[in-house]
């Protein structure tokens, strides 16, 4: 089973930008396809981005696109989100997946790490 460690939180304004990455252990990292989820306070957790393991499709949720950008280093086991334009609303605590297919439903997983908090002030 993959391990995944997220990193690259903080503290920006609006309007900033940052950029998270997801480590994970494990040869097949490749075969797998990586989303990016956030769950704000007293908020379920919810599907950001994702992309796929072979051709490296992309798919956003509509409340970021335009704004957020995944990507991932096969040879460094790792996938990216670069945010930019951040809001307010952006402030969540983010987390990265691995699956055999893009879903982009939480509960279709098991296996999360800690996640990384973003906070944007206002």
């Known amino acids: 089973q993959v391990q995944l460690v997220e990193s690259g939180g903080g503290l920006v304004q609006t309007g900033g930008s940052l950029r998270l990455s997801c480590a994970a252990t494990?040869?097949?990292?490749?075969?797998?396809?990586m989303t990016w989820f956030r769950q704000a306070p007293g908020k379920e957790r919810e599907f950001v981005a994702a992309?796929?393991?072979?051709?490296?499709?992309?798919y956003y949720a509509d409340s970021v696109k335009g704004r957020f950008t995944i990507s991932r280093d096969n040879a460094k086991n790792a996938v990216y989100l670069q945010m930019n334009s951040l809001k307010p609303e952006d402030t969540a605590k983010y987390y990265c997946?691995?699956?055999?297919?893009?879903?982009?439903?939480?509960?279709?997983?098991?296996?999360w790490g800690q996640g990384t908090q973003v906070t944007v002030s206002s």
């Open positions: 992309i796929s393991s072979t051709d490296e499709r992309t």
């Open positions: 494990g040869r097949t990292f490749g075969s797998y396809a």
């Open positions: 997946a691995a699956g055999s297919a893009i879903v982009t439903t939480p509960r279709f997983y098991s296996n």
